[in-house]
């Protein structure tokens, strides 16, 4: 489904509006929803929305979603998403905790090249924001 037809769609808002409480629903429970059903989708612009939504949880458990998993946020293969997803890092005020998980990916042994390489150059970004 092309990307204009898909937000002229009735059900998008539907969609938009299931992620945002998501977003806000303190549960730990909704990270793994998002992140299950959100970022997995076939649309782009589900997953875009999905990703920003995880990012602006600024938990540490929503941020590794989107920064630490391959396919996922600043790793999809849509620029797309990739390219909304650091926007939305480089926006929040306060970066201490997508720093930590930057840092950790960066460091950590479980990550394949790909992914580390993009986490080094999103906190570089981030460094200069």
Do not use: Q, W
Request: without cysteine; charged residues 30%; hydrophobic residues 35%.
């Amino acid at each position: 489904m092309e990307r204009s037809s898909f937000k002229n769609n009735k059900n998008f808002n539907r969609v938009s509006d299931i992620i945002e409480s998501l977003t806000i629903n303190p549960s730990s429970d909704s990270i793994a929803v998002l992140e299950e059903i959100g970022t997995n989708s076939s649309i782009d612009e589900v997953r875009e929305l999905t990703s920003r939504a995880l990012v602006k949880r600024n938990e540490y458990d929503s941020l590794n979603v989107v920064i630490s998993s391959r396919g996922k946020g600043i790793n999809d293969m849509s620029t797309f998403v990739a390219m909304s997803t650091i926007n939305e890092l480089l926006s929040l005020e306060n970066k201490e905790e997508a720093m930590r998980v930057l840092e950790n990916t960066i460091s950590s042994e479980g990550f394949d090249e790909e992914v580390k390489e993009n986490a080094r150059s999103v906190k570089a970004l981030m460094a200069l924001s």
